[in-house]
């Protein structure tokens, strides 16, 4: 897309090439995979969405639009920038005043399931309780005086699982400029309904993108170029630490060098207000690799030593003791990481001793780690 030709706010018409590629990612079949005996559901993007949408309304709540978000929509506006997309992040824009609306869209949205239950399975005996259990990765609500917005997210082995989000409000709604890009869906979803011929170069639906950032063309401009840009990241949870790191690792650079090494103070500091105590860091930091590393495990190694950087060059708000920890912390999950992977080679190696720091409750940690001579210094060999 030529940016100088676009529109200076925050929106912008796609191209057929990018409505192309949308129009792939809404038709690609998609497995939301049942725990136990319960069968992988074949889904399209484009049939669960317009579903949910058409139940939505008939049950009174009002849908505003429909909205391609996060990773899944940059990868629409430009291929192959450095990562594959992961999560489908899907956002419904509704009115959610009272708790009511809340357990309506959830009850919804499991019944709409059963639309996608293979032929021959009994769906009478079948309740949104278990279809929860048997498919549902994720739930979350969230109700206070600035959010209100509810998630629910359908379980995927590989690590694409169907996120579907209900907001009323939110106050942050992306991390840096190159994960701000939403992409309204209902021109979309009305084409596939309505159309009689398939979309081509000649007869394709009008889309439009926003960027939440707030200027799509600057938005647009750093996701092509791979540089990094945010604004306020003290107004983000964790402080976009581990996206940080994750864009940094993927050859994204700093659009300031200068102006980022304050911003990556205000990060940690954020970080570690958050999640004070070690046991919720090491909890999210592997939380953030299982879901953002699938296929991807060589990359686990370079991202840890990213992070475990910008933490030991940037952190300003903890005690010595605390930080130290910290870095341990996330030594300790390099290490097992290259163990992971067998990249420790068992013919030039030696075998280091330690007894593991006591906030480590992972019993896949052994008391022994046999490590290699090139591993750097700081890693726990006594």
């Not at 484009?46 to 909205?67: H, Q």
């Not at 899907?90 to 709409?112: A, G, M, N, Q």
């Not at 980022?260 to 690799?289: H, N, T």
Request: proline share 4%; charged share 25%.
């Amino acid at each position: 897309m030529n940016t100088k030709e676009e529109v200076s706010d925050a929106s912008s018409v796609l191209t057929w090439e990018q409505v192309s590629r949308l129009n792939q990612v809404l038709t690609e079949v998609v497995p939301v995979h049942g725990r136990g005996n319960f069968p992988t559901l074949e889904v399209q993007l484009n049939d669960i969405v317009s579903l949910v949408r058409s139940r939505l309304e008939l049950s009174g709540i009002n849908v505003k639009d429909v909205r391609l978000n996060g990773s899944t929509a940059s990868h629409v506006l430009v291929k192959d920038i450095g990562w594959s997309y992961k999560d489908l992040d899907v956002i419904f824009r509704v009115d959610l005043p009272h708790e009511s609306e809340y357990r309506l869209i959830k009850d919804l949205v499991l019944r709409t399931l059963l639309e996608f239950l293979p032929e021959g399975v009994n769906k009478e005996k079948i309740t949104p309780m278990t279809l929860k259990e048997a498919y549902v990765q994720k739930l979350v609500k969230v109700n206070t005086e600035q959010d209100r917005w509810s998630l629910i997210s359908l379980s995927n082995n590989n690590g694409r699982n169907v996120e579907l989000k209900f907001v009323d409000s939110i106050r942050r709604q992306f991390e840096f400029s190159v994960d701000s890009f939403q992409i309204l869906l209902d021109s979309m979803l009305d084409f596939y309904k309505e159309a009689q011929v398939p979309m081509s170069p000649a007869c394709h639906p009008t889309v439009v993108g926003e960027s939440v950032y707030g200027d799509f063309g600057a938005a647009l401009s750093h996701l092509q170029n791979k540089q990094i840009a945010t604004k306020r990241p003290e107004e983000i949870r964790g402080g976009g630490l581990l996206k940080y790191c994750n864009l940094l690792v993927r050859d994204f650079q700093p659009s300031s060098e200068e102006e980022f090494k304050g911003l990556e103070r205000y990060m940690c500091s954020r970080f570690f207000i958050d999640f004070p105590d070690i046991g919720e860091q090491q909890r999210k930091v592997e939380a953030y690799l299982q879901s953002h590393f699938v296929g991807e495990e060589k990359s686990k190694y370079d991202y840890l030593m990213i992070l475990r950087r910008v933490v030991n060059e940037s952190t300003v708000c903890l005690m010595g003791h605390e930080r130290r920890q910290t870095l341990h912390l996330i030594s300790l999950m390099a290490f097992r990481v290259l163990a992971e992977q067998n990249a420790i080679p068992d013919a030039s190696c030696v075998t280091c001793y330690y007894q593991p720091a006591p906030y480590v409750q992972d019993h896949n940690f052994s008391n022994y780690y046999v490590a290699n001579q090139n591993i750097p210094t700081w890693l726990p060999c006594n």
